[in-house]
């Protein structure tokens, strides 16, 4: 089964809905509707059909969302395979600029061997150098500068 992220913005404030219509507005099965059920989500009454008020459908599904988050130290970067914030292997880093304003910080998990990834501002580099060390590396600005051409350059022949 595909896991999605669930989608609050698909309900209605101030609609009321049976377990049918927000198991087809979702996407997921009836039975997880019941299960939040009786997980906390509030019903109008008890009387069946169950009716749940789009406001508190809302709250639920916001609620589950924020419990899930794993916030990051300032050095941290996330790693999925282990599902945890870790410094990285080394404490050492590389950044690459994606913007003016932002790059990408990587690392290796130290447990794990995964590559992690995080998305920074330029100006938070200073913070995390002071835990970390970080390597700005330098693109080779021509093709030639290349220690080891390809198999299909043209460039060995040239001096």
């Known amino acids: 089964m595909t896991k999605h992220r669930l989608n609050h913005r698909r309900v209605k404030k101030l609609g009321i809905y049976t377990v049918s219509e927000i198991g087809e507005l979702l996407g997921v099965h009836k039975n997880t509707i019941r299960q939040w059920i009786r997980g906390g989500l509030q019903t109008t009454d008890l009387k069946r059909p169950l009716l749940v008020l789009g406001r508190d459908l809302i709250d639920?599904?916001?609620?589950?969302?924020?419990?899930?988050?794993?916030?990051?130290?300032?050095?941290?970067?996330?790693?999925?395979?282990?599902?945890?914030?870790?410094?990285?292997?080394?404490?050492?880093?590389?950044?690459?600029?994606?913007?003016?304003?932002?790059?990408?910080?990587?690392?290796?998990?130290?447990?794990?061997?995964?590559?992690?990834?995080?998305?920074?501002?330029?100006?938070?580099?200073?913070?995390?150098?002071e835990e970390i060390d970080i390597a700005f590396p330098r693109a080779l600005s021509r093709l030639r500068e290349i220690a080891q051409p390809s198999l299909s350059s043209d460039l060995r022949g040239e001096a």
């Open 60 to 129: 639920f599904l916001q609620a589950r969302r924020t419990k899930k988050k794993r916030p990051c130290g300032t050095a941290q970067m996330y790693c999925f395979r282990c599902r945890l914030a870790k410094n990285p292997a080394g404490a050492m880093a590389d950044y690459s600029a994606l913007t003016e304003k932002l790059g990408n910080l990587t690392g290796i998990c130290p447990d794990c061997g995964l590559i992690m990834h995080r998305v920074i501002s330029l100006a938070n580099v200073r913070k995390i150098c």
